[in-house]
Nanobody
Framework: QVLLAESGGGSVQAGGSLRLSCQDS????????MGWFRQAPGKEREFVAG????????YYTNSVKGRFTIARDNAKSTLFLQMNSLKPEDTAVYYC??????????????WGQGTLVTVSS
């Protein structure tokens, strides 16, 4: 059974930083491209960032380019999202998931509980 456990969320002021983590278990993590998604209150879940199984080819949605960095540690089956220069519009519940090679916005598994990020102005 695949399990995804996100952590690292919290409340910060605009301009602050957070580092999210996603612990993956129940599969061979290193064989999958991975992605971060978010869902703001009253909105649909959206793609944020993706990374290939090797750790290369990072891709970001336009609104976070230059501010967020996705990374992974295959030895620890862990995905990361470093978020800098946070804005109030980044407020959302953040989720990780395995994604389809060539289309990082296509999530493959059931969603975990996510981690809440709140950015105040």
């Amino acid at each position: 059974q695949v399990l995804l456990a996100e952590s690292g969320g919290g409340s910060v002021q605009a301009g602050g930083s957070l580092r999210l983590s996603c612990q993956d278990s129940g599969r061979t993590f290193s064989r999958y491209s991975m992605g971060w998604f978010r869902q703001a209150p009253g909105k649909e879940r959206e793609f944020v960032a993706g990374i290939s199984w090797t750790g290369g080819s990072p891709y970001y949605t336009n609104s976070v380019k230059g501010r967020f960095t996705i990374a992974r540690d295959n030895a620890k089956s862990t995905l990361f999202l470093q978020m800098n220069s946070l804005k109030p519009e980044d407020t959302a519940v953040y989720y990780c998931n395995a994604v389809r090679n060539g289309d990082y916005s296509d999530a493959l598994d059931a969603w975990g509980q996510g981690t809440l990020v709140t950015v105040s102005s």
